[in-house]
């Protein structure tokens, strides 16, 4: 990372107590997408997001987290070592010496600055340092910038890891390491 990026924001692991203002500040982010399912539309889902600490109970899973300079959070991420517990979709769960990035959101009002790339990066050199092969992750139509900065960081579209939930699109990407 930049001198000037590490002046703004520290990359490390969300402690416990931080669980609550991360589920807070996915539940934001994701609701304020256009196009994608509101909380009314999707309740579960959101309760999944707000609850994002429940995820690390599973073994390899962290959240990643982007702190300011007065630790609060500006940016998540789930990091998942074992893609058994990646999500509920069998296609991903099978795939092999991967490692799994899912609810990557920064604080709407910082968008633009870094803050999801460098949480990206973060988890590609995690997985690298794990010796897996690849990472997976998941976007949507509405995650129109996420989507781009991915394609941009060379992750590729990967069309036999799509799904659809809840009717919602959902679309599989790949990073080789």
Known sequence: MENKLLEFF?????????????GQ?????????EGFPSPTEQPDYYK????????TKAPGTEILVAVGTDEAILGCMVYYTNMQYYGPHEISIQEED?????????????????IGKQLTLAGIEKARRQGKRQVILHST??????????????????????FVQ????VYGFRYLL
Not at 48 to 55: H, K, P, Q, R, Y
Not at 99 to 111: D, I, K, S
Not at 150 to 157: A, I, Q, R, S, V
Request: aromatic share 6%; hydrophobic share 45%; net charge neutral.
């Open 10 to 22: 520290t990359l490390r692991n969300a402690q416990p107590a931080e669980y609550p203002a991360v």
């Open 25 to 33: 500040l996915l539940v934001r982010a994701y609701s304020q997408l």
């Open 48 to 55: 999944i997001l707000a609850n994002v600490g429940e995820l």
């Open 98 to 114: 991967a490692a799994g990035l899912r609810l990557l959101a920064v604080n709407p009002e910082l968008q633009g600055k870094g």
């Open 141 to 162: 139509t509405a995650m129109k910038t996420a989507r781009a900065m991915y394609e941009k960081l060379g992750f590729t579209p990967s069309a036999e890891i799509d």
């Open 166 to 169: 809840s009717g919602l699109e």
